[in-house]
C-alpha cells in the first residue's frame, strides 16, 4: 500500500469526535472562542509582565542600585542574552519529554517566583541601598540578580512554546479550524503588542513617578494571572506528544561525524541514496520521496562519516556512523546556515542598544511636556519602535515587494537582511548625531534648572553634576524608528531565512540559531560595552562611557558601533556571494491516503480531558488507532508567514 503523502510541519492533534464535534451533528464549537482566549490571555499577561520588568531596569540599575551606566547597560546585555538562550533548553524539553503543556507550566511557575522576589526587593528594608546613588552591597546584588536571572530561565520554557501550543489546539482537516487558526496568530500577536503597550506606557510612568515597588508588583500579579488563565483551559487544550528532538539529532549526528573523522568509512552507496523524506520515516517508503524538495550538496562533506547507507534508524549506542543519507543531508543543510548566522550577530548587539545607552541618553534630555505637569519616561521612547514595525511590515509586504514584482524585481532574504544591516548603520549615525548636538548644548550652559535655579544640577537628574541638557528627547525618534525598519528587514528577513532554507523536521533546530544569534548579540553588545569602557578609561580618564554621560563620549561609542557594523556588512557581502539557496519545498495541505502501520504507542494513551484518541489528525485526515504514520516532533517554533513581533524584545 502507498506511503502517506502529508507535510511533516502538519499539526499532529490527538483528537476523540466528541471533543471537536458533538455526536448528534450539533454545530462544532469554535475553537477560537472557546480554547484560545485562555492561551490568549496568558500570552497578554506574560508579555506585560516581561515588558515591565525588562524595559526600565537600565533606569532602575543607575537609579536605585547605583550602578555605572556602562555596567548597568551591561548587566541589561547579559540578561536579555540569557533569556534568548534558555528557550533552547526549553524548546528540546518540550520536543523530546516533557511535552509543551508541561514544560509551559512548570516553567510558568519559575518565571512567577523570579518575579515575586524582584517585587519583594524593591519593598523588603535592607535589599536595596538606603539613597538614590549610593552603591548596592552583595546581599543587595544577589537579591537582584539572583530574582533577574530566575526570570531568564522561566522565559525559556514560555517563548519557544506558546505559539506552538496554540497552533496545536487546531484540526486543520476541519474547515473551520484552518480559517480560525489564522485569525489565532493575528490575535495572538496583538496580545503581545497590548502587553508591550501597556508595559512602555502605564507601567514604565509608574516605576519612574510613583513607586518600583508598585511597578514591579503589577508585573508579578500579571504573571499570576498568566498562570492561573492558562491552567483554567487545561480541560479544553489538546496535547501533541514528545517525541525526539530535531536538536538532539543535529547533536548527535555531529557527535557521530566528528568521532569517525579519519576513520574508513564505507560510503560506496552513499550518492545513490536519492531518499529525500523527513527522518522518521523508512526511506523505503518511495511515495515520499517525491516533492519534498531536498538536493544533496558538497559542503561539510565530513559529515558523510556518520551515514550508513543501509541504515533506517539511528545507530546503537556506542556504535559509529548508522544514519541514513538523508538524516545526515538534513543536518548539512542547518550546518550550512552558520555563516549567515555569525555573520547577523553584530546586529542584535546594536539592537541592544535600544535598551539600554538609548534609554541612557533619553535620560539627560528634557522630558518634560504640558508645561512640566507631565514627564515622560526615557524608556516609553521604545513605543516608537514598536508603532515603526507595526506600520512599515504592511508597507512591505503589501507596497514594496507587490512594486518590485511589478517591474520584475525581486528582493530575496539575504537581501533584505543585508539591507537592514546597512539601516543599523544610519540608526546608529542618528544616536551619534543627537548625542553630539546634546553634548554641545551641555557645554554651552543649556540645562534646565534645578528646584534651587541652580544650572549645574536638574531637578530631573540622578547623578550630582549630571544636569539635563535643554533638548527635546523626541530628537531621538529618528533612531527608534530606524531601529524599527532595521527589525522590519534584518530580523524577520533573519527570521524568514533560517525557516525558509532548512528542511520541515529540522525548522526547531534553524529557529534555534535565530534565538542563540540575539543571545550571542547580547552578550556580545556586554562585552564591547566592557571593552570600550577599559580602553578609553585608563589613567584616570573619564572614557567614552563614564558615571556622568555629560562628560563621556556617548557619541563616539555610537560611531565605533556604526563602523563595526560597516565591517559586518562587508563580511556578511563577502559570506552571501557564495551562498546558494536550496530548493527545499514545504509541502502544503494533502490529504493523506490510508495506510497499514501501527501507531505509536502513546498514541494509545489518554491526552485530551481524559478522553480516549480514536483518531490522530495528520494533513488533512483522521487516521484511525489501526492505521500508522511515524510521528516526528515539528517545530517547536511556530512561525506564521508574516510575524509580527513588538519591540523592545522578540
Request: neutral net charge.
Amino acid at each position: 500500500m502507498a506511503a502517506p503523502d502529508f507535510p511533516v510541519d502538519a499539526t499532529v492533534a490527538l483528537l476523540d469526535d466528541e471533543h471537536r464535534a458533538s455526536p448528534t451533528g450539533a454545530k462544532q464549537k469554535s475553537t477560537l472562542l472557546t480554547v484560545c482566549p485562555f492561551i490568549l490571555g496568558n500570552e497578554f499577561c506574560e508579555r506585560l509582565a516581561f515588558y515591565g520588568l525588562s524595559t526600565n531596569m537600565v533606569i532602575y540599575l543607575t537609579r536605585i542600585m547605583g550602578c555605572r551606566p556602562a555596567f548597568a547597560a551591561t548587566q541589561v546585555n547579559l540578561f536579555e542574552g540569557t533569556c534568548y538562550l534558555t528557550p533552547v533548553l526549553g524548546a528540546w524539553l518540550a520536543d523530546a519529554h516533557w511535552g509543551r503543556y508541561k514544560t509551559i507550566l512548570v516553567f510558568s511557575g519559575i518565571y512567577f517566583v523570579g518575579m515575586v522576589t524582584l517585587a519583594l526587593s524593591t519593598w523588603i528594608p535592607g535589599l536595596q541601598p538606603p539613597h538614590e546613588g549610593d552603591s548596592a552591597n552583595w546581599i543587595q546584588n544577589l537579591a537582584l540578580y539572583g530574582s533577574l536571572y530566575i526570570v531568564a530561565l522561566g522565559t525559556g520554557g514560555i517563548k519557544p512554546n506558546v505559539s506552538a501550543f496554540g497552533a496545536d489546539q487546531f484540526d486543520m482537516s476541519n474547515a473551520q479550524d484552518r480559517k480560525e487558526k489564522d485569525s489565532f496568530f493575528n490575535w495572538f500577536y496583538f496580545a503581545i503588542n497590548l502587553g508591550s503597550f501597556l508595559a512602555v506606557t502605564t507601567l514604565v510612568y509608574i516605576q519612574e513617578s510613583v513607586s518600583w515597588t508598585i511597578g514591579f508588583a503589577i508585573p508579578a500579579a500579571a504573571m499570576l494571572l498568566a498562570v492561573v488563565t492558562f491552567v483554567a483551559g487545561s480541560s479544553k487544550y489538546v496535547h501533541v506528544e514528545p517525541t525526539e528532538s530535531p536538536m538532539s539529532r543535529v547533536v548527535k549526528v555531529l557527535w557521530v561525524a566528528s568521532r569517525a573523522r579519519g576513520k574508513k568509512t564505507d560510503r560506496r552507496q552513499i550518492a545513490g541514496n536519492d531518499y529525500t523524506g523527513p527522518v522518521n520515516l523508512p526511506p523505503d517508503t518511495a511515495g515520499l520521496r517525491a516533492g519534498m524538495g531536498m538536493r544533496k550538496n558538497r559542503s561539510y562533506q565530513w559529515l558523510e562519516a556518520a551515514c550508513d547507507p543501509e541504515a533506517t534508524s539511528p545507530p546503537e549506542t556506542g556504535r559509529v556512523g548508522g544514519y541514513t543519507a538523508a538524516q545526515v543531508e538534513e543536518v548539512r543543510m542547518v550546518m550550512r546556515m552558520l555563516p549567515i548566522f555569525f555573520t547577523t550577530i553584530l546586529f542584535w548587539t546594536i539592537y541592544c542598544q535600544m535598551g539600554s545607552f538609548f534609554v541612557e541618553q533619553g535620560t539627560q534630555m528634557n522630558r518634560q511636556m504640558f508645561g512640566g505637569k507631565l514627564r515622560i519616561p526615557a524608556a516609553s521612547l521604545a513605543l516608537f519602535n514598536t508603532i515603526s514595525i507595526i506600520a512599515l511590515i504592511p508597507v512591505y509586504d503589501r507596497v514594496l515587494v507587490p512594486s518590485l514584482r511589478y517591474f520584475g524585481k525581486q528582493i530575496t532574504l539575504l537581501q533584505r537582511i543585508g539591507w537592514g544591516l546597512l539601516v543599523c548603520v544610519f540608526a546608529m549615525l542618528a544616536a551619534a548625531a543627537v548625542e553630539w548636538y546634546r553634548l554641545k548644548l551641555f557645554h554651552e550652559g543649556k540645562v534646565l534648572p534645578a528646584l534651587g535655579g541652580s544650572p549645574g544640577h536638574s531637578i530631573l537628574s540622578h547623578r550630582d553634576g549630571s544636569g539635563i541638557v535643554d533638548m527635546n528627547v523626541f530628537w531621538q525618534v529618528p533612531q527608534y524608528l530606524l531601529v524599527g525598519l532595521s527589525e522590519v528587514l534584518a530580523s524577520i528577513g533573519q527570521l524568514e531565512f533560517f525557516y525558509d532554507q532548512a528542511p520541515d523536521v529540522m525548522r526547531s533546530c534553524s529557529m534555534a540559531l535565530q534565538l542563540l544569534s540575539v543571545a550571542a548579540g547580547s552578550y556580545l553588545s556586554g562585552a564591547v560595552v566592557v571593552a570600550v569602557s577599559s580602553a578609553t578609561g585608563r589613567g584616570g580618564k573619564n572614557g567614552w562611557l563614564p558615571d556622568d554621560l555629560n562628560n563621556g563620549r556617548l557619541d563616539l561609542f555610537f560611531l565605533f558601533l556604526a563602523g563595526l557594523m560597516v565591517l559586518n556588512l562587508v563580511w556578511f557581502l563577502w559570506v552571501v556571494r557564495s551562498f546558494e539557496y536550496k530548493a527545499v519545498e514545504h509541502p502544503s495541505m494533502r490529504t493523506a491516503p490510508a495506510t497499514t502501520y501501527k501507531p505509536p504507542a502513546w498514541a494509545q494513551a489518554q491526552v485530551v480531558s481524559g478522553v480516549q484518541p480514536a483518531n490522530i489528525n495528520i494533513a488533512g485526515q483522521r487516521i484511525s488507532p489501526d492505521e500508522d504514520v511515524g510521528l516526528y516532533g515539528r517545530s517547536v517554533t511556530f512561525v506564521p508567514a508574516s510575524p509580527i513581533y513588538p519591540a523592545p524584545f522578540r
